[in-house]
């Protein structure tokens, strides 16, 4: 039962892994794609997705075109990157059992991580600066607590221990400009996979922002939203050009209370939430799948996959600067000054500004359907 | 079947079916109606074996919690709208409790004997975990229950008599949410561009069919799994909920007849399109099979789990449960014209 896997077949997982492919350099032109240069030295995007049935992770460049697909055992989230060394690792969507590191040119063979016996992924992770150190958030869930798992890149990304996250339920951790204080997302939702998907403490849940440091492990800070929102489940982060972090959260109160789902938080005050128009936060439906700033780390994306929009906002301010409609709209990503790349589960690659949608892959059925998360490389 | 399918053509179904105004009409209201019977009949019993304790009115007692217990299971499907505000859901039924709050509390409360928890008024301003069935439960049948019947526990006895009165009341309220002229009815019944918090007929549609699939997994998920455990050697069928009444079939199958009946009442085999009208009857098949699964267990909650036959017949209606659940969510959103999107499904 789905629920009850200890971990994956490691064979299993190692032959799926293994039948890692290259695309093919050769510029694609089947699904209409712009144009694809070859050699070209342009950002590369990494995504989860669903391709017939199947699951992988994909390495796309600007023009949506495919530049490594990796096959996966179960639904991928986000990923951990190694920028310098070229390298990312893939978590499995919670209650994750696997990930994998892989190569981003393709250049050696993946490696399968597991989580101990006792843990599972969120899904989401970071590389300290140097490439050493993969951070990456974890449920102890019999104890009921949440933990950032350290694993040594230079040694098979053995695991060799963890920090206490701080909070219930960490979901995205960011590392600030800083290179040694990691940024948690504790969501302070309990689960256990006992329960399934069940949400176990949604009566007590204490959401927050938590800031470690990596080198000694110290809770150095800690943000929490005013009692009156506890249901207000913080889950994922972007950095902006000044270092403040903002936030984006999926609310699990009375579904007709509309509090605002986009925040941010400067070190040493107290977190700002930012509700923007009436319309569009209804249209939200009280939920943020992801966050990303531009390339200018000027403007935040923020999307809602329940609303089908992507909404903007003015990182010096707040102030909502407009949103695009993206029918199952999830992923977001830097593209360039004021511009992310969007993606669907419909399959949609999209270049959006606050007043301009340009699909570079047009949503379409047969196409691959992106999960949740999209991240930049390069 | 050429005149269906100019009519699904002409006309996207979600914008024609009334499906709300039924739902309403011949679910909603009567099972919140039999909630608030049901509850009411409890809180007099209860009373009754207060006044005049007996083993014959404990028993009695006992009975019209073994009543209410399948209408809350049946009406506890509709968990968005009036069971959504106020926390009447959770108030009602606090579950999954993994940490045996529930149990803590009341246990302290019985202990204490907290007058204040004796009015079923105050009740509704505590915690939501001495407010329901799982703390009425533990009055009426955990340890010391039986000393009900000598009168040795008066306090227990008003304790368990606000409780009950306290899910009469909710279910008052209930009925109320859902009777004419709320904006929440209006909205669901006749949803248009002015109403909230439905705007149009595919929104109610949406939300009826997340309320079949929700209730289905929290069936699952919450109920039946943690008591399975992983395997027979860590089964724990006191995980399962009221496994003290013996009550966690008797719930879980009401809750699949809920789903039933709910989709029964939204009517969607009469207007989906002919080339999938197939899927709510296969649903409701396999709803039927997991409850005939569920009703061939014969051996009491606390002990099937980790029987090899009854945890056989568990595990088989979980993974039909999950397999209807699925449906749901992919066929019969797909056929009701619903695009349910892959993020916006399962979002985290």
Redesign the interface.
């Known amino acids: 039962?789905a629920?009850?896997l200890?971990s994956i077949d490691r064979r299993t997982f190692l032959a799926l892994a293994a039948s890692a492919c290259v695309a093919p350099a050769a510029p694609s032109t089947s699904l209409g794609h712009p144009r694809s240069p070859t050699g070209d030295d342009g950002p590369l995007f990494l995504g989860a997705r669903?391709n017939h049935g199947g699951h992988e992770v994909a390495v796309i460049d600007e023009y949506g075109s495919d530049r490594l697909v990796l096959p996966v055992p179960a639904r991928g989230?986000s990923f951990a990157i190694d920028a310098v060394r070229r390298r990312a690792v893939a978590f499995g969507?919670?209650p994750g059992r696997f990930a994998v590191a892989f190569d981003i040119d393709g250049g050696s063979k993946p490696h399968a991580i597991a989580p101990p016996a006792d843990r599972h992924f969120f899904?989401h992770g970071a590389f300290t600066p140097d490439g050493r150190w993969l951070l990456a958030t974890e449920n102890d869930y019999e104890a009921?607590r949440g933990a950032v798992g350290i694993y040594d890149a230079g040694k098979g990304f053995a695991r060799i221990g963890e920090i206490a996250s701080g909070g219930i339920g960490p979901?995205e951790v960011v590392l600030l400009g800083d290179g040694r204080t990691l940024c948690v997302a504790n969501g302070g939702i309990q689960t256990?996979p006992?329960?399934?998907?069940?949400k176990?403490n949604?009566?007590t849940m204490q959401p927050g922002l938590a800031y470690i440091d990596c080198e000694t492990g110290d809770l150095t800070e800690q943000a929490f939203l005013a009692p009156a929102l506890n249901q207000l489940s913080i889950?994922h982060l972007a950095v902006d050009a000044q270092g403040t972090v903002w936030f984006g959260c999926?609310y699990q109160g009375?579904?007709?209370q509309r509090p605002p789902l986009i925040g941010r938080h400067r070190r040493g005050r107290e977190p700002e939430l930012f509700a923007g128009p009436g319309e569009t936060l209804k249209a939200m439906n009280n939920?943020v799948?992801s966050v990303a700033l531009d390339v200018s780390g000027e403007i935040v994306a923020t999307s809602s996959?329940?609303g089908?929009l992507i909404a903007f906002w003015d990182a010096a301010t707040g102030r909502h600067l407009g949103h695009r409609e993206l029918?199952?709209?999830?992923g977001v990503a830097p593209l360039e000054r004021h511009h992310v790349l969007a993606t669907?589960?419909?399959g949609a690659v999209t270049d959006l500004t606050p007043g301009s949608t340009a699909h570079i892959v047009e949503p379409a059925p047969d196409t691959p359907?992106?999960?949740?998360h999209l991240r930049r490389i390069g | 079947m050429r005149v269906a399918l100019i009519f699904s053509c002409a006309v996207p179904a979600a914008a024609q079916d009334g499906a709300g105004a039924r739902v309403a009409e011949t679910f909603a209201r009567p099972a919140f109606a039999e909630l608030q019977k049901t509850a009411a009949a409890a809180e007099l019993e209860i009373g009754a074996l207060c006044t005049m304790p007996s083993a014959e009115a404990l028993t009695k007692a006992r009975g019209a919690f073994a009543e209410l217990v399948p209408a809350w299971g049946k009406a506890s499907v509709l968990r968005f709208g009036p069971l959504a505000d106020e926390h009447r859901m959770e108030r009602i039924y606090f579950w999954p409790d993994p940490r045996g709050i529930a149990l803590r509390q009341v246990q302290a409360t019985i202990a204490g004997e907290d007058e204040s928890a004796t009015s079923s008024e105050n009740l509704a301003q505590k915690s939501a975990a001495l407010q329901g069935l799982p703390a009425l439960e533990f009055a009426l049948y955990g340890s010391g229950a039986d000393d009900l019947a000598g009168g040795a526990t008066a306090y227990r006895c008003r304790f368990a008599e606000a409780i009950a009165g306290n899910i009469a009341s909710i279910a008052d309220e209930l009925l109320a949410g859902w009777a004419d002229g709320t904006d929440f009815t209006g909205a669901f019944t006749a949803p248009a561009a002015d109403t909230e918090p439905y705007r149009s007929a595919g929104e109610v549609d949406s939300e009826i069919v997340r309320a079949l699939s929700t209730q289905l997994r929290f069936m699952h998920e919450a109920q039946l799994l943690p008591a399975l455990g992983a395997d027979i050697g860590k089964a724990r069928g006191k995980r399962a909920p009221l496994w003290r009444s013996e009550l966690t079939f008797a719930l879980v199958t009401a809750q699949l007849d809920g789903v039933r009946d709910l989709m029964n009442a939204a009517g969607y085999e009469s207007i989906i399109p002919e080339e999938t009208s197939w899927v709510p009857g296969a649903i409701l098949f396999e709803i039927g099979t997991a409850r005939a699964a569920l009703d061939g267990v014969e051996i009491t909650p606390a002990d099937a789990f980790a029987d090899e036959t009854a945890r056989d017949k568990i595990e088989f209606a979980g993974l039909t449960i999950e397999s209807a659940a699925a449906n749901i969510t992919e066929k019969l959103a797909a056929a009701l014209g619903l695009i349910v999107g892959f993020n916006a499904l399962d979002g985290d």
Request: charged residues 20%.
């Open positions: 039962m629920t009850h200890a669903l989230h969507r919670a899904g009921g979901h256990h006992d329960y399934g998907g069940q176990l949604l009566d889950r999926q009375e579904p007709a939920f799948g996959p329940l089908g029918a199952d709209g999830c669907s589960g419909r359907a992106w999960d949740n």
